[in-house]
């Protein structure tokens, strides 16, 4: 166990629709960052927040967006849905950048019909 | 869940034999890499890291070793495990952005 937490482990929706994503990062750290697996793209950065601003964008598309909370936990909303967005959606923690260890959560998987 | 990656290149080694698993990465403005462990069904696993002022590092079993010239990196396990059965990704960051961009993967496979 990493000690980060994502919920909900699977969330199935149609085309259109938006869904919002949540992570717990591990008691202590300030940065999260969020990822995308799919099976034709690997593991794609997304982007990451520490202490509540946004420090690093990676190929993140507009139709999603991010935040940090005060109490440091994230929510990652995807909008306008395709199935192309059909993927597992991981989030990872660190104490402060991305030389510290990050740690995964166990990943939500988004299955978009 | 399924580990994703079904076009990943797969590395078959005998229970017990040493396993070295290789990534090329792209960018020589890379300052850190670390391996990745990614077991079926669950999210990836930091293993070892290794700056750009290193060559080598060892953790228990495993030895990251870093070639800048030839921008190459390479995880050897030694005495493969069972356990050891998984998708290993290598990552690097890209020089001062926090970036950490991961590789395609290798999915190991052990033969008893």
């Known amino acids: 166990d990493s000690g980060v937490t994502q919920t909900p482990k699977h969330l199935i929706t149609a085309t259109g629709q938006r869904v919002t994503l949540r992570c717990s990062p591990r008691?202590?750290?300030?940065?999260v960052y969020w990822y995308q697996q799919s099976l034709d793209q690997g593991l794609q950065f997304l982007i990451q927040y520490y202490n509540g601003e946004e420090r690093a964008k990676g190929n993140i598309l507009e139709r999603f967006s991010a935040q940090q909370f005060p109490d440091l936990h994230s929510e990652l909303n995807l909008s306008s849905l395709e199935l192309g967005d059909s993927a597992l959606y991981f989030c990872?923690?660190?104490?402060?950048?991305?030389?510290?260890?990050?740690?995964f959560g166990p990943g939500t998987r988004l299955t978009v019909l | 869940g399924e580990s994703v990656g079904l076009h990943l290149p797969t590395l078959s080694v005998q229970e017990g034999d040493n396993s070295i698993i290789n990534c090329a990465y792209s960018?020589?403005?890379?300052?850190?890499f670390i391996w990745y462990k990614q077991e079926s069904g669950k999210g990836p696993q930091f293993i070892i890291d290794?700056?750009?002022?290193?060559d080598k590092r060892q953790g228990q079993r495993v030895t990251v070793l870093l070639n800048k010239t030839v921008k190459h990196l390479s995880l050897q396990i030694a005495a493969t495990q069972p356990g050891d059965s998984a998708v290993y990704f290598c990552a690097e960051r890209e020089g001062e952005d926090d970036k950490i961009i991961f590789g395609k993967g290798t999915r190991l496979h052990i033969l008893p």
């Open positions: 290794i700056r750009s002022n290193m």
């Open positions: 008691s202590g750290d300030l940065s």
């Open positions: 960018n020589s403005a890379s300052d850190y």
């Open positions: 990872a923690s660190s104490v402060a950048d991305s030389t510290d260890t990050q740690y």
